[in-house]
C-alpha cells in the first residue's frame, strides 16, 4: 500500500447506528486530518492531529469522535449522525505541523446516513 | 482571515484546446498556495504548489501556475487539455503552518471531445 487509503469506501448507516471510518497513511508523516465534503460547500476541516496529539477541533459535533492511536492510523467513530452527516469524508496527512507542508489526501469514505 | 476565490464554478473547453482556472485569495502576508485535482470518486490529488521563489510553477500532468502578487492570483493553466482532464479542480491557501489550509468551493471542468 502507498500514500493514503481510508476503508470502507462506502458506508449506509442509520441515525442509531454506531460505525468507524478508518484512515492509514504510509508516507511517515506526523499531522493527520479528517475533512468533511458536502456537495457546493468548501472542504471543511474537522480535526487534526499531529504526533497523534488533537491540536484542533473544529466545532464539531460530539458525535464525531475521533481517535489517533499512533501517526499511521486515524479513525473516526460515528454514533446517532443526522441526515445531514452524509458527505464523502477525508483523510489527509502532511509531513507535520511546523512548516506549510502540503497535504495527501485518501479516496475517501462516501458516507451516507439513512 | 485568509480566503480563496474561485470565480468560475464549471467550465467546458473542448480536447486541445487551452486551460486557464483562476484562483483569487486573500490574506495580508505571503501565502502558500497549492492547486489539487478531484476525479470523481476520488480524493484530492496535489498539482502543484508556490512557497517562494520562480513565480510560475510546474506541476504534473503538464500543468502550470502563476502567482501574481499583485493581483492577488494564482490562476492555473494548461495549454492543450485532454479529455482525462475532467475534474474537480480546487485552489487553496495556507500559511505557517501545514493545518491552515483554506480551500475554495472547487471549479468543475467538462472537456468536449
Known amino acids: 500500500e502507498t500514500g493514503v487509503t481510508q476503508t470502507p469506501r462506502h458506508l449506509v448507516m442509520g441515525m442509531t447506528n454506531k460505525k468507524s471510518l478508518k484512515c492509514e497513511q504510509h508516507?511517515?508523516?506526523?499531522?493527520m486530518y479528517w475533512y468533511k465534503q458536502s456537495a457546493k460547500k468548501p472542504l471543511e476541516l474537522m480535526f487534526v492531529y499531529n504526533f497523534k496529539e488533537q491540536t484542533e477541533n473544529n466545532s464539531v459535533p460530539s458525535r464525531f469522535s475521533p481517535e489517533c492511536p499512533n501517526s499511521s492510523h486515524l479513525f473516526l467513530h460515528l454514533h446517532t449522525l443526522q441526515p445531514e452527516d452524509s458527505a464523502l469524508y477525508l483523510c489527509?496527512?502532511?509531513?507535520?505541523?511546523?512548516?506549510?507542508?502540503?497535504?495527501?489526501f485518501g479516496p475517501g469514505t462516501r458516507l451516507t446516513v439513512t | 482571515a485568509q480566503s480563496v476565490t474561485q470565480p468560475d464554478i464549471h467550465i467546458t473547453v473542448s480536447e486541445g484546446a487551452s486551460l486557464e482556472l483562476r484562483c483569487n485569495y486573500s490574506y495580508g502576508a505571503t501565502p502558500y498556495l497549492f492547486w489539487y485535482v478531484q476525479s470523481p470518486g476520488q480524493g484530492l490529488q496535489l498539482l502543484l504548489k508556490?512557497?517562494?521563489?520562480?513565480?510560475l510553477v510546474q506541476g504534473i500532468k503538464g500543468f502550470e501556475a502563476e502567482f501574481k502578487r499583485s493581483q492577488s492570483s494564482f490562476n492555473l493553466r494548461k495549454p492543450s487539455v485532454h479529455w482525462s482532464d475532467a475534474a474537480e479542480y480546487f485552489c487553496a491557501v495556507g500559511y505557517r503552518t501545514a493545518s491552515k489550509l483554506t480551500f475554495g468551493t472547487g471549479t468543475r471542468l467538462q472537456v468536449t471531445l
Open positions: 489527509a496527512s502532511s509531513q507535520d505541523l511546523r512548516g506549510p507542508y502540503e497535504q495527501y
Open positions: 508516507l511517515g508523516h506526523n499531522a
Open positions: 508556490y512557497f517562494s521563489g520562480d513565480t
